[in-house]
């Protein structure tokens, strides 16, 4: 029945895109002039005059005379810019997608609601400190007054059937609580759903015991397999580079740093550029739609940064022992386009919500799983971010990190002094290395979250001996109070790492922006010369036809994944193809649900006889010749497909697609364009989607891009216009000093009460 109903749903859904490419069209072009027009600046809810400067990109600086106007004319930038983006985002912390793309969601809407990322939100609400508060009432504002009074609304709006709904500060805090999602759900989900295979205790010590030292190698797609991933990845911050370099090390002498997050590729994509003053806040950097502060960026005297520290900060519990009494329920309607409303029962305990009752898991809901987050524990984590948004040292720095409950961050620092460090954010519950070990733990085994650890007992590292500060995911050195089971590899932070030092102590910033492209990956490097070795070591390499040849470019490859390499593609092929006989479906789930597959392949290579890996390399050279010849090259396997989200509708997408291209980069390479396995032509769907570089000695020193552009308008001409700039590794300058905005920005917006 769920099949059926997703196949009507999907059908409905396509018939509904085939209607409006017959009624309505795609938006005309519009030009900056035309976008900037449709700005209601008359009659705007602030105190006094605020004046927003352009530039050419549609990347806005606000000049403020209050907080509480910039707050509202941040609102309405990001309304200007991003408001069915924002919309959508709503919706899905809300879980109600199905009120907009009908019964294909309902089992998604469900799961949504369980998850329930407004569980903390009205206490969060009455935590907020007063400033906090007005901060994020006056973006609020600004928010619903452009919604009242934009003159058109965007095309999704009536393409999804989305109404003019005013906005409220919970909307917000409930959005932020989805970009808070835990990374290590996609793992354990999957995981639970193979627990009392045959060897799965074996298996289990095995993935733990590569998950906590982080493997020497990098990770395929996180959750590949998983529907929960795909729901999360558009919002959820999990990957990411960062890295900053001290004053001694820079060629500029000044500090650097560089950042470059991860996430979902799409256009609009996750990430907007501003700049911004008032009387206290004067920065420029990267935010995310409909949430009111600098997520990575800097200020006239610091510099800042992070990925995410795939901090274990969720527990699953095995509550089929719990009396009846200690589950209580709560009934909802879940409404549906096209379809009769469903009634949904979502059942809680005192160790949070029962999500084995969601049938999109796929777990057994007669073994009840309930998940304790800490997201859903009251927390500031915007006015922490706006803590580090006005910080002018180290110290206020690590005071916004302590307020950082979730998701679990490492953030990078740089100052104006020379100074670089990095420091632990995450509010985690004591564990021992026990507990956090456990897949899955018993209901009375919960007293280690009486006890809660934040950011001011985590690792911080100040003033690093090297001179830079390095973080990509990896597994933190030091792991005094236990933080997680499965981190990415470290081939990332190593790669960075060695680059800096390449550097000899003059480090530019053309330098950080050449790292940030890199395309170089160690352990597919090393994969493909042991393959190498265990067929020459088996006499098994070919003699002459094209098998001899993908033989000779596996023995050739350097490791670097360009878009023109043959021998990364050849090695791509034969890996999965070699993957697919060596192992069973089972262990491929197992490996596959965690950042390190291939540094777990490759232990298995180096801990198995020849004869016995040896047949099924050969069997996987055989069935790799075909599609290489079909490929060609990496590029021609492996794309770079930027478009709308409505582009993934079958046969009426293709008219929101911006780019179909040649792809460099990889799962684990630093330029991280990471792909779903499989031996056919495929999109990147997650990696690299804007990157930072600031020199700290000139206060107009910042670059930024973004792979795709700023306006999130269909048709606009701002639209997709940063894409040839990603593409030939150019950025924007967006100063800090006003009169260098005034000359570079030479559109305006003059906000009026």
Same mark, same amino acid.
């Given at each position: 029945m769920a099949l059926i109903r997703n196949v009507t749903g999907l059908a409905l859904l396509t018939a509904? @895109?085939?209607?409006? $490419?017959?009624?309505?069209? %795609?938006?005309?072009?519009?030009?900056? %002039?035309?976008?900037?027009?449709?700005?209601?600046?008359?009659?705007?809810?602030?105190?006094?005059?605020?004046?927003?400067?352009?530039?050419?990109?549609?990347?806005? &600086?606000?000049?403020?005379?209050?907080?509480?106007?910039?707050?509202?004319?941040?609102?309405?930038?990001?309304?200007?810019?991003?408001?069915?983006?924002?919309?959508?985002?709503?919706?899905?912390?809300?879980?109600?997608?199905?009120?907009?793309?009908?019964?294909?969601?309902?089992?998604?809407?469900?799961?949504?609601?369980?998850?329930?990322?407004?569980?903390? #939100?009205?206490?969060?609400?009455?935590?907020?400190?007063p400033d906090t508060r007005q901060w994020l009432e006056a973006y609020v504002r600004g928010i619903n007054h452009y919604l009242r009074h934009m003159p058109e609304l965007p095309h999704e709006f009536g393409v999804l059937k989305l109404e003019r709904e005013p906005w409220s500060a919970a909307d917000v805090l409930r959005i932020g609580r989805l970009a808070a999602a835990d990374v290590n759900w996609i793992v354990w989900v999957q995981l639970l759903g193979l627990r009392g295979r045959r060897g799965w205790p074996a298996l289990w010590s095995r993935l733990v015991g590569n998950g906590m030292t982080g493997g020497p190698g990098p990770a395929a797609a996180p959750g590949m397999q998983s529907l929960l991933a795909a729901v999360l990845r558009p919002a959820a911050r999990w990957g990411s580079n960062s890295v900053a370099v001290s004053a001694r090390r820079s060629a500029t002498g000044g500090a650097l740093i560089a950042s470059d997050p991860h996430l979902a590729i799409h256009l609009p994509g996750p990430w907007l550029i501003a700049g911004c003053r008032s009387p206290t806040y004067h $920065?420029?950097? =990267?935010?995310?739609?409909? =949430?009111?502060?600098?997520?990575?960026?800097?200020?006239?005297?610091?510099?800042?940064?992070?990925?995410?520290?795939?901090?274990?900060?969720?527990? &699953?519990?095995?509550?089929?022992?719990?009396?009846?009494?200690?589950?209580?329920?709560?009934?909802?309607?879940?409404?549906?386009? !096209?379809?009769?409303?469903?009634?949904?029962?979502?059942?809680? /305990?005192?160790?949070?919500?029962?999500?084995?009752?969601?049938?999109? =898991?796929?777990?057994?809901?007669?073994?009840?799983? $309930?998940?304790? !987050?800490i997201g859903h524990r009251p927390s500031d984590e915007l006015g922490a971010m706006l803590r580090i948004n006005r910080a002018r040292n180290w110290d206020e720095f690590r005071a916004g990190v302590d307020g950082i409950a979730a998701p679990g961050q490492t953030m990078v620092y740089a100052d104006v002094t020379g100074r670089v460090g990095r420091a632990t954010a995450a509010h985690l519950p004591r564990r021992g290395d026990e507990q956090l070990k456990k897949l899955l733990l018993e209901s009375r085994d919960s007293g280690h979250w009486r006890h809660l650890v934040s950011g001011k007992d985590l690792p911080a590292q100040p003033d690093p001996p090297e001179g830079f500060a390095v973080s990509a995911n990896e597994r933190p050195d030091d792991m005094a109070v236990p933080l997680g089971v499965f981190f990415s590899p470290p081939d990332r932070a190593h790669r960075l790492s060695a680059l800096i030092r390449a550097q000899g102590g003059q480090a530019a910033p053309e330098d950080l922006k050449?790292?940030?492209?890199?395309?170089?990956?160690?352990?597919?490097?090393?994969?493909?010369?042991?393959?190498?070795? /265990?067929?020459?070591?088996?006499?098994?390499?070919?003699?002459?036809?094209?098998?001899?040849?993908?033989?000779?470019?596996?023995?050739?490859?350097?490791?670097?994944?360009d878009a023109g390499s043959e021998g990364a593609l050849a090695f791509e092929l034969v890996f999965q193809n070699f993957v697919r006989r060596f192992y069973g479906k089972d262990r491929r789930r197992a490996y596959w649900a /965690?950042?390190?597959?291939?540094?777990?392949?490759?232990e298995d290579l180096l801990n198995s006889e020849t004869d016995i890996v040896a047949p099924a390399l050969r069997g996987a050279l055989r069935r790799s010749v075909r599609? &290489?010849?079909?490929?060609?090259?990496?590029?021609?396997?492996?794309?770079? %497909?930027?478009?709308?989200? @409505?582009? &993934? #509708?079958?046969?009426?997408?293709?008219?929101?697609i911006v780019s179909d291209a040649p792809a460099d980069g990889g799962d684990e390479t630093l330029n991280k364009t990471a792909h779903r396995p499989g031996l056919r032509r495929h999109a990147a769907y997650y990696g690299s989607g804007a990157r930072h570089v600031s020199d700290l000695s000139d206060p107009d020193h910042n670059e930024f891009?973004?792979?795709?552009?700023?306006?999130?308008?269909?048709?606009?001409?701002?639209? $997709?216009?940063? =894409?040839?700039?990603?593409?030939?590794?150019?950025?924007?300058?967006?100063?800090?000093?006003?009169? /260098?905005?005034h000359e570079r920005f030479p559109y305006r917006t003059h906000l009026l009460p």
């Open positions: 509904h @895109f085939a209607a409006r $490419a017959a009624t309505e069209k %795609r938006p005309r072009p519009r030009s900056l %002039r035309e976008r900037l027009d449709m700005f209601p600046a008359r009659g705007a809810p602030v105190e006094r005059p605020v004046d927003i400067r352009w530039n050419a990109h549609q990347v806005p &600086f606000i000049d403020a005379a209050s907080d509480a106007d910039l707050a509202t004319a941040l609102g309405l930038v990001h309304a200007h810019l991003r408001m069915a983006q924002m919309e959508i985002l709503r919706r899905l912390s809300q879980g109600r997608l199905s009120e907009s793309v009908g019964p294909v969601a309902l089992d998604l809407d469900h799961l949504l609601r369980i998850l329930d990322f407004g569980r903390a #939100v009205p206490a969060m609400l009455d935590r907020l400190p $920065a420029v950097g =990267l935010m995310a739609p409909a =949430l009111p502060f600098i997520a990575i960026g800097r200020n006239p005297r610091i510099a800042w940064g992070g990925t995410n520290l795939h901090a274990a900060s969720s527990d &699953f519990y095995d509550v089929s022992d719990l009396p009846p009494e200690a589950i209580t329920e709560r009934r909802e309607v879940i409404k549906a386009r !096209w379809w009769p409303d469903r009634p949904a029962v979502l059942r809680d /305990t005192a160790l949070g919500p029962i999500i084995s009752d969601a049938r999109l =898991l796929g777990l057994d809901s007669r073994k009840p799983v $309930a998940l304790r !987050w050449e790292a940030l492209a890199d395309v170089y990956e160690a352990t597919s490097h090393e994969l493909c010369q042991q393959f190498s070795r /265990t067929l020459r070591a088996a006499s098994a390499v070919p003699d002459a036809g094209a098998a001899a040849r993908l033989a000779a470019l596996l023995a050739e490859w350097d490791g670097r994944y /965690t950042w390190t597959p291939r540094s777990l392949v490759l599609p &290489f010849a079909r490929f060609a090259n990496w590029g021609g396997m492996h794309r770079l %497909r930027l478009g709308h989200p @409505f582009g &993934f #509708v079958p046969i009426f997408g293709r008219r929101y891009v973004l792979l795709g552009g700023q306006d999130g308008w269909l048709g606009s001409a701002n639209h $997709a216009d940063q =894409l040839p700039l990603w593409q030939q590794g150019q950025y924007l300058r967006i100063p800090l000093r006003l009169t /260098t905005v």
